[in-house]
C-alpha cells in the first residue's frame, strides 16, 4: 500500500527551527519527485519545496528560499528543515509524490505546484506564534 506518513510538526516561536519528517512506504524514490506542500488557515495550498529524483536538484518557493531545506536518504525518508520560522508560516504541511511519471532531469519547474502531485499524507500542523 502506497503511502506517506508527516511528522515532526509543532509550536515553535518566530525564528525558531522545525524539522519535518516524511516516512514513504509501498514505492520508492527513485525515480519520482517528492514535494513540501503547505496549506495555511483559509488559503489554498501551495509549493514549498520538491526534490527531484532524475537530477538530484531541489527547489523552493520564494517565501521560503535560505530558509526551508528538503533532503533525502537513501531509502525512504524525505525531510524538510524549516529555520527562521516565521508566523506566516504557519499551515498544515503535506509531503506528495506523482507516481504517474518518472521525475526526470530539469523538472524542477513542472513540480512547483500543488496539482503536480496525486497522492499525499494526512499532514502535520506547524503554527509559528509572533
Known amino acids: 500500500q502506497v503511502q506517506l506518513v508527516e511528522s515532526g510538526g509543532g509550536l515553535v516561536q518566530s525564528g525558531g527551527s522545525l524539522k519535518l519528517s516524511c516516512k514513504l512506504s509501498?514505492?520508492?524514490?527513485?525515480?519520482?519527485?517528492i514535494g513540501w506542500l503547505r496549506q495555511a488557515p483559509g488559503k489554498e495550498h501551495e509549493g514549498a519545496a520538491c526534490?527531484?529524483?532524475?537530477?538530484?536538484?531541489t527547489h523552493y518557493a520564494d517565501s521560503v528560499e535560505g530558509r526551508f531545506t528538503i533532503s533525502r536518504d537513501v531509502k525512504n525518508m524525505v525531510y524538510l528543515q524549516m529555520n527562521n520560522l516565521e508566523p506566516e508560516d504557519t499551515a498544515v504541511y503535506f509531503c506528495?509524490?506523482?507516481?504517474?511519471?518518472?521525475?526526470?532531469?530539469?523538472?524542477?519547474?513542472?513540480?512547483?505546484?500543488?496539482?503536480?502531485?496525486?497522492?499525499w499524507g494526512q499532514g502535520t500542523q506547524v503554527t509559528v506564534s509572533s
Open positions: 506528495a509524490t506523482d507516481l504517474h511519471r518518472p521525475a526526470g532531469p530539469h523538472s524542477g519547474s513542472y513540480y512547483r505546484g500543488p496539482t503536480r502531485f496525486d497522492i
Open positions: 509501498g514505492f520508492t524514490l527513485e525515480p519520482y519527485a
Open positions: 526534490i527531484i529524483s532524475g537530477d538530484r536538484t
